[in-house]
């Protein structure tokens, strides 16, 4: 299965360097030229470096992003679980689900990448001290600049693994609360100016003139057909979003069935869970499940990229069931059983599916 992953991602990948990269392309070239920007950090940052932006930078940039988010995955993996073989099974249905890493290698580009980035290097490094949680902090703004719908995709992922390293185990003194306290209220500051403020200023004219100077080879016009969006008010996000609701919300049986195919998965997360040695543990891990999940109900009702949401909200789990290994239990917790029929076919199915999609399913 691993074998089948690793060559169904090389195809992927060749399909997805042959599509017209219409918005990765754009948010490279969008920077802070106008003042105060909204998606404009990572464009800003290239901008200290180069005047001119080819086109291949898109696939160069985001699959170095894609190469050291997989093998931060892997050594995730391989210190909180090992990769002796009764872990393989467990192994194959994270990386090798179609929500995951294929899905990332057909998203080449997008931002929802570097949010998995950040969360994994903080389920890797010490959360003793109260330098994580303003490493989260910093991490969270990082994710709000580069795109502010981070605040629902992956921020409240980042603030269940601090709570779940850190204050479950360090325990909630006055400094760390109020470290962390200071730090939602600052994220969610940027937030509201990021989606309020962000907007461009000038006409439109104007900034695609300046995208157009931008480019390696401003000839190429039709890359520059999402500028709208810096324009775009959430009023009409939202009312684009239910125009096509019922077109859309046709996938959504596949979304259930995929995210059933993964139930080996889900059924020793349940029992991880359950075997957490103090009770509070297990609520608070609930609760962080529910405030995500939430968080990505209010984006389906937000922006129609339902395939990209589903698809990062998987992976927002796997990045808990993590967490939650690392939390003291009172029993160990089976493996996923590689010798079980169901388990089996569902692997292979898992395995054979390329990936989700952006907006409908495939």
Known sequence: MLVVNIAVLVGVFWHKIALPPYVPYIHLLVDYHFGFTKRALIGAIIALFTAKVPVWLVFALSGTVWLVTAALFVQ????????????????????????????FMHTLGH?????????????????????????????????VLIH???????????????????????????????????????????FVAAQFYGTMRVPESEFIAHLQGRMADP???????????????LAKEISDTWARLPHNALGLPVFVL???????????????????????????????IVTVSLGYLVMFAIVFDYSRWISNWAVCLFLILHAVKMLPSSKDTLPIAADERKTMVFGWIVTLIPR??????F
């Open 148 to 190: 502010h719908i981070h605040l629902l995709m992956y921020v409240p992922t980042i603030a269940a693994i601090v709570v779940l390293r850190h204050y479950l185990v360090q325990g909630a003194s006055r400094h760390n609360v109020a470290a962390g306290i200071a730090a939602l209220a600052v994220i969610g500051v940027l």
């Open 356 to 361: 989700v999609g952006i907006v409908r399913p």
């Open 219 to 233: 000839s190429q016009t039709n890359l520059l057909s999402f500028a709208y969006i810096w324009y775009q008010p």
């Open 76 to 103: 995730l993996f391989r210190r909180t679980f090992g990769f002796d073989e009764k872990q393989l099974p467990l192994f194959v249905f994270m990386a090798g689900s179609p929500f995951f890493l294929k899905n």
């Open 258 to 288: 995929l995210i059933w195919l993964h139930r080996p998965l889900w059924r020793y997360f349940r029992d991880l869970i359950a075997a957490l040695a103090i009770e509070t543990h297990r609520h608070i891990v609930t609760a962080a």
């Open 111 to 143: 931002f929802d990448i570097y949010g998995c980035l950040f969360a994994i290097g903080l389920l890797l490094i010490p959360a003793r001290s109260l330098g994580y949680v303003l490493l989260a902090a910093m991490a969270s703004i990082a994710l």
